[in-house]
Each structure stands twice: as structure tokens, then as C-alpha cells.
């Protein structure tokens, strides 16, 4: 009789008011019957869908649904509310919103807490119900009223559909949770704790039970992991400044979650960007050991994470690279060298554009380095000990490389990033002096004790006999004018053209020339003479001199040099 005779005094009271008045709070509003004008000022939104939001007070003691299309709010935000009391067929007192305007932006002043509540407290029993005023309880719950406040339970998981689970805490009732479309659902979780508003759902048309309307999960087990993705596979013997690619075998996340991304650390400071492939490259900027791991992470949760195993990594520098300006030189023999062969004719002026080639020839140590990165096969005579034809010696890491094809140079070049020189690259590099171009590296005068050759006594390397090669740079008095070594004897030098005996006739301009588009007898270009060369004015390790043979041929006077 008392809950009659106050709401009656209250309708009295609102009906003196004009209409849109400010209601004293949510608690009012809930006991107005439908069709009832209210306004509510300043209110926290607790919840917010596309079309639908939920207001609480700051106390916690009431909590109501507002229905407005398009409303725009968050929660945290504050707002004003005008509109018409309703009840739905969930029996859930809501407002239908003819305006909702922000009055604060989210979390200003602080956002309200949940109550934490068992299951069976969810909804709570009728309150202050006459006619269409006040709010119905869910069915078979217990305690104080609820309903449209936010809310924390807890209990065993158990998902239902893409958009539905329930939790059970033990207390006889298992509660339905519902998520926006969307959210991700994982069927292995175990138990959980949900954040959302206390609501009801009519089921078979005269039960009402408890409804959940999740606005965050806690998954309590089991807890979130990803699985460690493999250790990195790639190129364990890279060269400075040559781009690598590098991968793993990739991670899982234990609650299903997608995607995984990755980022793989260098070890030089730097990581690769977070990206969900599975492959990332790099390159190093100078020599030396570092230990390459990928980290996988989960993108949702982006803490949750897991770190490889390392790939022991050295990087390897390829001999030093001399930059050769850009200019024109004259290419070829003017006639008057101590040897002339037809092939070398006419000599001729070349306009090269700058290139980088390398100081030294290539080692076996930088052709090891490439073997083990690409699988290649080991070339021609690669045992260290060798024996020639003057007793055994030991091929060191500084020795260069013999016994390679022109698809071994080529590829090994490749690799490193570059080519092999052209002829015209070559033979700039090798005699150019800026005024004039000498008939050897050093000059015009043979000198057998500038070059590994059959007749020089050069005790270079540990003394070495006559068909042996020796280390590299192991000549510093037969350096060319560009201040590179072994470009004559040692071994023979594969280049990247094709061979044509009469190529030197073409017509100008001759503007950074790449050699013949092929050659009639499939022969490529070799240069520089060899440590088997036997002239005593040696025609053979002349500048000019012009070598050529099947690209497939491995002997163990060849070898070559990088050109970038």
C-alpha cells in the first residue's frame, strides 16, 4: 500500500512539471509507467552498441537501457538523456530516446566500477513493480534488483555459439552471456570473469532468465601463450650490405587466436617491423658474429609472446670493393706492345659509367661462405692439398678460389650481390692510368717478380714452387693504378661477356659495352694470365691479352673477381 501510495504522489508531481523536466535519477525514471516523459542529466554511460546504450548512477545503486539510433556515445562518456519510459518483451525497463547528448568525454570525472555478484544474484527479484512501473527480476534469482546495472561474475565456461556462452560459478544457476558479432570466442577456455550489464531473455515464453550483456572478458584459465616459433633458417655466411631473407617455422596462440605476428631481431640492433609473414630481410653493414631470434606475438593480445631459438650468424665480408670512376679509356692494343694478337685490334675508346670491383680475387674462405648459404656444389680441385706438378702445398682461405665454371663465378656473384666485371670493367681496372693505359698492372716493363707466374722466384705466401697459386695480394709491388692486386698471373680472371674475336671492330659509340649477345663458338671471356703462364715477356699476362674457352670448363687456373 505504501509503494501505491508513493508513486501515485509522484505522477502527481511530474504531471505538474513541464514536460522534459529532470527526473531526481534512474531509480525515479524505473517506477514511472510506460509512455512516461523523462529526463536525466549527466548520467555514465556503462555500455554502448550500435543502436542501444546503458546509463548508470554514480553510485552504483541503479542502472537503465537507453534505445537511440545512432547515438554516437562511448563508455566513460557522461549524458544527458530525453525520452519516453518503455518495457520490452524481456520485461527490462528501458528509455526511448528522442535525444542523447554528450555532456563529458570518456572517463572524465571516472568511469563507475562493477558489483561483483554470484550467479544467482544476477537479476535479483522485482522491484517497486506496479502496473508497467518499476522492473521485474529474472526468473529464480535472488536478492536486490540489477537489472541495467553493470556487473562481474565468474565461473566455468562453456561456449554456446559464436555469439553466446554461459558461466556456471557452482550456485545452481548457469548464466547466458551474449557478446556483439564479432568478438572473439575461444571453446577451450576454462573459466572466465565477465564484465558486462545485468539484463534478462524470455524463454519459453513465461521464464526469464538471467542475461549478461558482456562488454569484457578475463580468461582465468588457461592462461594465454604462444607457442615459440622455430629458430630462423637463412644464409648463416651473408656479405655486408646484401639484403638476406630469413623465416621460421612460425607459433600458434593456445586459445586460437589469429593472426601470430613476428619480428625478427638481427642482432645488430635493429628488429624487423611486426608483420604477420613468417619472413623478413636484412642486411649487416660490417663483418662479424651476431645471433639472429624471431619473436611471435599475439596481434590481439600483442604481451602475450614467445622468442626463438638464435641462428649463429657471421657475416662475412667479400674482400674490399675500389671504386673506378666513370670516364672513357682506350680499350685494346695500340700495336706497339711487346705481343699483339688479332682479337685484341682495333684499340678503342670505351665510355664506362662508375662500378665497384673487387681489391683481391675471390678466396676459397668468401667461396666456402657462399657453398655453405646456397648448397652449391665444391668446385674443381678444392681439397686443400694439391698437387700440381712441383711437389704438394696447402691452399689456405686467402688462396683464391680455382676450378670454378663461369656458372659457379656468375652465381657466386649473385649471391653477393653484384657480377662479374665486363671486359671493358676489367681491363679499366687492371692498366688505366688516368693518362694512359699500361701494358701490365705496374707499367710497361715486364717484371716477372710482380705477378705469381712460371718464371718469378717470389717467396710471397711461404715459398711456394712454380705451379702453385699463391694468397692474395701477395704482389703489392704489381698493383694496378686503381690499386688492385693479381690482375695479371695468379689465376685467370672469368668475365662476364660473351668471347668475339672480331668484337673490337664494331662501330662506336662504345657506352659501357657488355660483350657480343653471343658467340659463335659459346665461349666466354677470361683475362689476366695464370701461375702457369710460361712466356718470359710474358704475352699472356699482359692487360690487353684476350683468353676464352667453354663456360663450362673448371680448370684450376681459373678463378675471378666481384664486380658491383
Not at 14 to 42: E, F, H
Not at 162 to 190: H, I, R
Request: proline share 7%.
Amino acid at each position: 500500500m505504501r509503494t501505491t501510495t508513493l508513486v501515485a504522489v509522484f505522477m502527481v508531481c511530474l504531471a505538474m512539471l513541464p514536460l522534459g523536466a529532470y527526473c531526481i535519477g534512474i531509480s525515479d525514471a524505473k517506477i514511472l509507467p510506460d509512455n512516461s516523459p523523462v529526463s536525466l542529466s549527466a548520467k555514465v554511460v556503462t555500455y554502448a552498441s550500435t543502436n542501444s546504450f546503458y546509463i548508470e548512477e554514480d553510485s552504483r545503486c541503479m542502472g537503465i537501457r537507453v534505445e537511440k539510433t545512432a547515438h554516437g556515445l562511448t563508455v566513460g562518456m557522461r549524458a544527458d538523456v530525453v525520452g519516453t519510459m518503455k518495457t520490452n518483451t524481456n520485461r527490462e525497463r528501458y528509455i526511448l530516446a528522442s535525444s542523447a547528448i554528450q555532456t563529458a568525454p570518456p572517463n572524465a570525472n571516472g568511469a563507475v566500477s562493477p558489483l561483483g555478484m554470484n550467479n544467482s544474484a544476477l537479476g535479483g527479484t522485482d522491484w517497486q513493480v506496479v502496473g508497467t512501473g518499476g522492473q521485474r527480476g529474472a526468473t529464480g534469482s535472488l536478492g536486490l534488483n540489477n537489472i541495467g546495472l553493470l556487473v562481474r561474475t565468474w565461473g566455468q565456461y562453456q561456449q554456446v555459439d559464436e555469439t553466446t556462452f554461459t558461466v556456471d560459478d557452482g550456485a545452481g544457476l548457469s548464466v547466458k552471456c551474449a557478446v556483439p558479432s564479432g568478438t572473439f570466442l575461444y571453446s577451450g577456455w576454462q573459466y572466465v570473469a565477465v564484465t558486462g550489464i545485468s539484463s534478462m531473455f524470455k524463454y519459453n515464453n513465461s521464464i526469464y532468465p538471467p542475461n549478461v550483456l558482456v562488454r569484457d572478458i578475463d580468461v582465468v584459465s588457461p592462461v594465454e601463450s604462444v607457442s615459440v616459433p622455430g629458430a630462423p633458417t637463412g644464409n648463416t655466411s651473408p656479405i655486408p650490405n646484401v639484403s638476406g631473407t630469413y623465416s621460421t617455422t612460425g607459433a600458434t596462440c593456445n586459445w586460437g587466436h589469429t593472426p601470430i605476428e613476428y619480428s625478427f631481431n638481427w642482432g645488430d640492433g635493429a628488429s624487423s617491423p611486426w608483420s604477420t609473414s613468417t619472413s623478413a630481410s636484412h642486411s649487416w653493414s660490417v663483418p662479424g658474429a651476431v645471433t639472429v631470434t624471431v619473436t611471435a606475438r599475439c596481434q590481439a593480445h600483442p604481451s602475450v609472446s614467445a622468442t626463438s631459438g638464435g641462428l649463429p650468424v657471421n657475416v662475412t665480408d667479400i674482400g674490399k670493393m675500389i671504386y673506378v670512376p666513370a670516364g672513357s679509356f682506350p680499350m685494346g692494343n695500340n700495336g706497339q706492345e711487346p705481343y699483339t694478337y688479332a682479337n685484341e685490334l682495333p684499340q678503342h675508346s670505351v665510355y664506362l659509367s662508375g662500378y665497384w670491383i673487387g681489391k683481391y680475387e675471390v678466396t676459397r674462405g668468401e667461396y666456402r661462405a657462399f657453398m655453405t648459404a646456397t648448397g652449391r656444389a665444391q668446385p674443381y680441385s678444392w681439397n686443400a692439398v694439391q698437387d700440381w706438378g712441383t711437389g704438394s702445398f696447402t691452399q689456405t682461405d686467402n688462396h683464391p678460389v680455382v676450378g670454378v665454371t663461369w656458372y659457379d663465378a656468375e652465381a657466386f656473384c649473385t649471391w653477393a650481390g653484384g657480377h662479374l666485371p665486363t671486359e671493358a670493367q676489367w681491363e679499366k681496372a687492371a692498366r688505366w692510368t688516368g693518362s694512359y693505359p699500361n701494358v701490365y698492372p705496374w707499367g710497361n716493363t715486364w717484371d716477372a717478380e710482380k705477378c705469381n707466374n712460371y718464371y718469378d722466384h717470389n717467396a710471397a705466401g711461404g715459398g711456394y714452387q712454380k705451379y702453385q697459386t699463391a694468397p692474395v695480394g701477395s704482389y703489392a709491388a704489381g698493383a694496378s693504378p686503381y690499386g688492385l692486386h693479381d690482375m695479371v698471373g695468379n689465376v685467370y680472371e672469368w668475365c662476364k661477356d660473351w668471347y668475339g674475336s672480331t668484337y673490337y671492330s664494331q662501330p662506336p659509340p662504345w657506352v659501357d659495352p657488355q660483350g657480343p649477345a653471343s658467340s659463335p663458338d659459346s665461349y666466354r671471356v677470361l683475362r689476366g694470365g695464370s701461375w702457369g703462364s710460361l712466356d718470359s715477356l710474358d704475352s699472356y699476362c699482359r692487360c690487353a691479352y684476350r683468353s676464352f674457352t667453354f663456360p663450362y670448363d673448371p680448370y684450376r687456373v681459373f678463378g675471378f673477381r666481384l664486380a658491383r
